[in-house]
């Protein structure tokens, strides 16, 4: 049986030993500097751990069949398991809990998503936020995000 985990080949096991405190060093870094920077990220990441989002998300994939909307909105198919406010939680706090505001979204869909939310609202880490209206249409947003 092999104990896990393992990072390294067996050449190179003896730096694991190194490996495993770093690693645990950067995800407590993460999770106190970037994840919850503030009161208003706490909250947002806190939410994603309610049973009120586990049953919305649910909700929406099965409505929506696991298919990524953006990707539909281009004709294509795209199964995935990943729901996402279409309006981010940042911009429209009020609408966190609306089925109105979720879609499915994919990994690739999802980063270009991020980048353009980014850009548009001016949200994440160290970006200032832009007063524009926002935008509630995932096939808008599908354009928009992929000019």
């Not at 398991?81 to 309006?87: E, G, L, S, Y």
């Amino acid at each position: 049986m092999v104990n896990l985990p393992k990072h390294y080949c067996k050449q190179h096991s003896n730096q694991e030993r190194e490996y495993v405190p770093r690693d645990k060093q950067s995800v407590h870094r993460y999770n106190t500097v970037t994840r919850n920077r503030d009161d208003n990220k706490r909250q947002q990441y806190n939410f994603y751990r309610t049973r009120q989002w586990v049953y919305l998300r649910q909700q929406v994939l099965d409505e929506q069949h696991y298919l990524c909307q953006y990707c539909r909105a281009d004709g294509r198919v795209t199964q995935c398991k990943t729901v996402d406010h279409v309006v981010p939680m940042e911009v429209a706090p009020d609408d966190k809990s609306s089925v109105d505001n979720l879609a499915v979204i994919c990994s690739r869909c999802h980063n270009i998503k991020t980048r353009w939310e980014q850009s548009y609202y001016g949200t994440g880490k160290d970006n200032q936020r832009k007063h524009v209206s926002p935008v509630r249409s995932v096939a808008m947003i599908n354009k928009m995000m992929n000019k």
